[in-house]
Structures are given as C-alpha cells and as structure tokens.
C-alpha cells in the first residue's frame, strides 16, 4: 500500500510538444504530492507539488493535474524545451508522522531541438 | 541561502571496507534525511533526523547507519561494503519533519570495487 507507480519510464517528444507523466498511488493517507527534476550529475530539485484538495495547480510552463478518486495525478508540461530533458520522479506523502516520501521510478524524458 | 552540500563528491571503495558520508543541511533546516538512488530501485529512504534522533527508518540492512549532530550537520555510514552498495547516495533537508517541501544535494556518487 505504499508504492508509487509512474509511467512511461522514458519519453521522447519534438521541442513545443505537451509530455505527460503519470503516477498512481495507493496509500489515501497521502496528501502531498511533489515532483522533482533531476538533472545527470545533480540531485533532484523541487518542481512543483500539489495537496489533493485541488484538482489542478500550474507553475509557469509545468501543470500537475490530480484525480483524487482515481488515486492518479500527472504532470504536463507545456511548450516542452530541450533544457527541459531530465528525469522526473513524482512521491507521495503524508503531511503528519512519521510517514516517509515514498518516489516513483522515474521518467526520462528527451527533448528534441 | 546555500543550499544542501555533502561530501565527498566522489568516493571508490573496496569490498568489505566501511564509508563515512556527510551532509550539510540548509542554513536553519534542522531534519535531514538519506536516500540512495540506483537505476534499478529509483530512489530509496534510508532514515530521516530531526534533533539529532533517527525519526523514521527505511528497509535497509543495520550496515547502513547515521547520525545527526547538534548543528544538524549529518552522517552516514556503511560498513562492510558489498558490491551492490554502488549508488548515488543523496541527503535531503526539510525545516522541520512533516513540513513538505525538501530540497535535496548534489548526492555523493560511490561506487565499490
């Protein structure tokens, strides 16, 4: 009850395209939903995060939409640019306790000029 | 603000012998926590601090070990290496545990020979 599954495990899109990202979890105790990109070489920084009581948050080019009762949520990103290539991991957690971040696999994704 | 730094960069050890990481946590983030990120598992928690005590704990064997000082600067270490101890070994650092945000560093890369 305590995965993360993401999807696809590696994406290649044309440069201005729209990739998704999709990640399901189990535990309904989750309820903070971040992802991160992460860079070859560098840790994985802070994209953008989402609190099921809203079904959709944007930050600039990058859009996490949430379905609380599928248990899915995914991240969009508009306008895609090669800068953009790196891999995405989303996580689930639960706000309280001793709950851990539990991640997903990952996605590479390539951005081609 | 500096942000989380860890050191060394870089580590090549021999099978059998032990590890000593460490982590610097933003300047005022007083939990820290310890992740180790493979091809094949992603991202996985190893333990988490907060004032100098173990707060939470992942599935890892009792080679695998930590400690957090009074200045939140934090250790880990693993002892009689083995070859599947090869990983990026990354820290991350919140303010406090349960708040959501965290902000990872660069992870040392080690790798065992």
């Known amino acids: 009850q305590q995965q993360v599954k993401q999807s696809p495990q590696s994406l290649i899109v044309q440069k201005g395209g729209i990739p998704i990202i999709n990640c399901a979890y189990e535990?309904?105790?989750?309820?903070?939903f971040p992802w991160y990109q992460q860079f070859p070489g560098k840790g994985p920084a802070l994209l953008i995060a989402i609190r099921p009581d809203v079904s959709e948050k944007k930050e600039g080019r990058f859009t996490i939409s949430f379905n609380k009762s599928a248990k899915q949520f995914s991240l969009h990103i508009m306008d895609s640019q090669p800068g953009d290539s790196a891999t995405y991991f989303c996580?689930?957690?639960?706000?309280?306790?001793?709950?851990?971040?539990?991640f997903g696999t990952g996605t590479r994704l390539k951005v081609l000029a | 603000k500096a942000g989380v730094t860890q050191t060394p960069r870089y580590l090549i050890k021999t099978r059998g012998q032990q590890v000593t990481l460490s982590c610097s946590p933003i300047?005022?983030?007083?939990?820290v926590s310890w992740y180790q990120q493979t091809p094949g598992q992603g991202l996985q928690f190893l333990f988490e601090?907060?004032?100098?005590?173990?707060?939470n704990k992942g599935n890892f064997p009792g080679r695998f070990s930590g400690r957090q000082f009074s200045n939140s600067r934090s250790e880990m270490n693993v002892s009689t290496l083995e070859l599947g101890d090869s990983a990026l070994y990354l820290c991350a650092s919140s303010p406090i545990p349960g708040l959501y945000e965290q902000y990872f560093g660069p992870g040392t890369r080690l790798t065992v020979t």
């Open positions: 601090y907060f004032s100098e005590t173990q707060r």
């Open positions: 996580a689930g957690k639960k706000a309280s306790g001793t709950y851990k971040y539990i």
């Open positions: 300047s005022g983030h007083r939990s």
């Open positions: 535990n309904t105790a989750f309820d903070y």
